[in-house]
């Protein structure tokens, strides 16, 4: 783990998106803890960039939408 932290980052940062921990018993606290002690030795805000523009490339149309209508609000403001 210390020599290839990188290497869990990505599975860990989109799997642990879903964990969903009952913290009525102490297995599930330990296990949560754990879980954030792993994403905090692996935080890199360079992965964390790499890992948004992975997400973007998932929804291609989407992200184009969303661009190409901010564009259509920055002409239309332009135009009056």
Same mark, same amino acid.
């Given at each position: ?23 009525? $018993?102490? %297995?599930? =606290? ?15 805000? *360079?992965?964390?960039?790499?890992? $948004?523009? %992975?997400? =973007? ?15 259509? *609000? ?7």
């Amino acid at each position: 783990m210390k020599e290839f932290p990188g290497s869990l980052y990505y599975p860990l940062t989109i799997s642990s998106e879903y964990y969903k921990f009952d913290e009525s $018993t102490p %297995l599930a =606290r330990e296990n949560k803890r754990k879980v954030q002690e792993l994403k905090q030795m692996t935080k890199c805000d *360079v992965t964390d960039i790499f890992v $948004t523009e %992975l997400r =973007r490339l998932t929804d291609p149309e989407i992200h184009f939408h969303i661009w190409a209508a901010s564009i259509f *609000v920055c002409v239309n403001m332009h135009k009056t």
